[in-house]
């Protein structure tokens, strides 16, 4: 009884196992996304408390769905947010934009990321598209992210 | 005969100072450009010597004809370039997003605005859409966007 119960909880612990990792990699790499609205920019210097990993000149970009959540404060499932961390150069009295550190992804599913706020997060490294970086299913992203709960968990905001 | 010349001369140049009015004035204000191709963006720092009037942190957009033009470096008619200025905080370890200071506009029209390289060069202050800038029919930004012949006098090249 103890080794088919063993061998009962190894096959549920796998399963379990399979659909984390299944979570942790469903959010989709944003094809096409550099043709979204133009959210935001913001540079965040060396010495901030995000400097790892966000130090450099990030663009935030929206696809059609989360526009009207820019506006309106509430997400609905499909938005999609684009963090698009860019290394920077500073010379000459002019900033100016280096290579991709990283892309930052929030996809809005309330029920499969009912867990972090309805959101997923995941990180590309540079400009891969399958290298990903977030490790811990968007718990470490969401616990930064939960200050902003009456934007539904979104730092940016529209401007026009 | 002296008098009809000199009439003749008066109404001739009437009629060219304002056609040349009506030339300065038909860039037209760059309407839903906030959603077009958000090309690159560039801060320039106080002492640059484009800091009067472009000191600020800037966003360059392309409408779709446009956006061929950044790849290509050859732009057809209908092709639009929006500078868009911004003032910035530097604020905790971070440089922010502030109020607009200017849009400049560029708009392909290769015969009739043949005399400044195929583009007419317009100004909007701050979030004015009728509160025109450029005075000289567009000389004085040629003259800086003359040196960019070989992409079409445009200083903006496509990232992905």
Known sequence: MNTRFSMSTAGLLLTLFASAQAA???????????????????????????????????????NKKAESGLKSGKYQDGSVLVFDLLQYQEKDKTIQEGERKLLGVMQKDSKKYAATGGWGFEGFAG???????????????FACHASEQKTDYVFSQYRP
């Open 24 to 62: 942790e990699h469903s959010v989709a790499y944003p094809e096409g996304y550099r043709t979204w609205l133009h959210a935001k920019s913001m540079l965040i210097q060396p010495g901030h408390a995000l400097e790892n990993p966000f130090q450099g000149l990030h663009h935030v970009y929206a």
């Open 127 to 141: 400009n891969s598209k399958t290298e990903r970086l977030v490790k811990d299913g968007g718990t470490s992203c």
